[in-house]
């Protein structure tokens, strides 16, 4: 008798996010609060903190072409 193997949701996800993802890590001074600053504006246009973040690295990147 074969055992079925289960859909790991997990792997799955891990894997998705190595294939289709960088990740990038920024560290920032605590007493600036711009984790906190970064996150409300975010929250305020609608966006999840990495979109945000996102979208103000392409418009820079996009003003000095």
């Not at 894997?15 to 289709?20: E, L, M, S, V």
């Not at 609060?33 to 929250?43: H, S, W």
């Amino acid at each position: 008798m074969s055992e079925e193997k289960k859909f790991d949701q997990i792997k799955y996800n891990t894997q998705y996010k190595k294939d289709h993802y960088y990740e990038m890590r920024v560290v920032v001074p605590k007493d600036l609060n711009l984790r906190e600053r970064v996150k409300e504006r975010a929250d305020r246009d609608g966006l999840s903190l990495s979109q945000w973040v996102i979208n103000v690295i392409m418009k820079e990147l996009q003003r000095g072409e």
